[in-house]
């Protein structure tokens, strides 16, 4: 039987993965807007800078459909991505609120964490395929950096 403070855990481990997922397509956008401006040719401080705020400021759903008219995702990615998306909403929009009194009996907080459980799974998928995405975009940067000819 879980405990509230075993629950608490779960849905702040949940969260991590859900702003870890969003850092990695913030991370993601940036580099391919560094590539569109040649920064890795020409370092621009101020344009990175403000290209930065301005995707920190995005919210995620907006920031999928930035990078969604920069990078051709496949149909699947795109729909987990989209998943991941709607994955973090219930979490942070209602989750508490969906469970209602849940929280006051074993058997509910068991089912709130088994929630917790296969939304953080969800979250940690998309963020590991972001990441794995970032990596690419970034080893293409070094590598087009290290050798300008190549562009």
Partial sequence: MATRNELYAKFGITAEAAQLFETELGTLLLSVTALENGWHVTPDPKKAR???????????????????GKVA???????????????????????????????????????MIAALEELHEELFQAWQIASGLTTATSELVAKLKANPAQQ
């Fill in 73 to 111: 995702f496949d149909e699947h990615l795109g729909e987990r991505f989209v998943s991941a998306l709607k994955a973090r909403n219930r979490l942070n929009h209602g989750f508490y609120e969906r469970h209602n009194f849940k929280i006051q009996t074993d058997e509910g907080r068991d089912a």
């Fill in 50 to 68: 403000k290209a930065l705020d301005e995707i920190e400021a995005h919210t995620l759903g907006r920031l999928l459909g930035v990078l969604k």
